[in-house]
């Protein structure tokens, strides 16, 4: 670790570490818009398109798969070519598969989508190996600052997709727009290629392999499967369980954007929490007390005091992801190992995070009800605390 930060404050003048900053902003902005414009505009695709309901459905699911089948390989691209240059032809990917998304016709927009989620998949991963690698001491500041930007482009991507479709721009304008910011991300990354890297690649502490064969990597990996499950199944469902239990149809998408605001705020404020502390056990149990309330409060009284519930809910959701994020880089020794602890954790998480809404879904078709989906819920709830207990406790991966 001493060596890493040694090499990285060489590598990186007071100027260079401003672009680096700037980079980051920009990479972790355009991580999560290409995918959340998708969600407002689906009905709009699938009467144009001809899609049936399953296909559509398919079209929202695509990404969290890509991050699960992406996630396989960003370590060994960081290995192989550094992490500067994986990242950079990440973002690239991501602007190329956004173009190919728009393009008319049913393949280009499920072969776009793969692509896309593909290369967010690798950024996903690398990027608490960068701030791990080139942040060191400030850990919890730079993850705070990206895991923010990730929450919140996220909502404004979904919040500007109907306004962009409705203009001249139409629902494959919107899709494409994101190509741009992200052209500008990689456009700002280029300074990050022209440094020494081979001090980045010499002599990791960690040997590869290692996360695999460690309880605690298994540990981390899934505390993060089990938090993505949850979000992803109270994303897809939440405001028509809300709707089923009598809100209005606009009340329960209030509630949707309140539980994205309530996850902001925890993924602004935990990352630095848990920097600072010896270990993460104390912020793991205030997570787990915010869940099951908000899940207990969802069974018990349904919309009754729905923004209590929703609002304990989103930071307990927004507390799992900070957790997570800085798990991968507390629980590593050096950026190899935290790239390899990321890609493992979001290869298995996202693959489970990706059956979620599916089997929330069919369990709904079932029952006629969303009990038994909110019981789903708790039952994770509890497998995500058990795990986030071992996980937060104060060790490294082989150390």
Known sequence: MAREAIVARARRGGFRTAILIAGIVLVAANLRPAITVIGP??????????????????????????FGLGAWVAAMLARRFG?????????????AGIFVRAITGTVPLFLGTLVLGTG???????????VKRDFPGRLGAMTALYSGLLSGMGAIGS??????????LGWEGALAIWALPALVA???WIPQLTGDTRGEVADPVAAPGD?????LGWEVTLFFGVQAFGFYVTIAWLPTILIADGLSEGRAGLMLFLLQAAVLVSVLTFPQAADRAADQRRLVGLMGALLFGGIIGLIVAGSTAAVLWVTMLGLAQGAG???ALMFFVLRSRDSHQVSELSGMAQGVGYTIAATGPVLAGVMHDATGGWTIVLVLLLAMAAIQLGMGLRAGRGAVIGG
Not at 159 to 168: E, Q, T
């Open 321 to 323: 992801l900070a957790l």
């Open 186 to 188: 990689a456009i700002v």
């Open 159 to 168: 919040g500007v997709a109907v306004p962009l479709a409705d203009g001249s």
């Open 211 to 215: 996360t695999w064969r460690s309880r």
């Open 120 to 130: 967010i998949a690798v950024a996903n991963v690398l990027l608490p190996a960068l």
């Open 83 to 95: 992490i500067d240059k994986a990242l950079c032809a990440s973002v690239v990917v991501l602007a």
């Open 41 to 66: 505009l689906v009905e709009r695709i699938r009467v144009d398109t001809g899609f049936s309901a399953a296909t559509a459905g398919l079209l929202t699911t695509l990404p969290v798969l890509a």
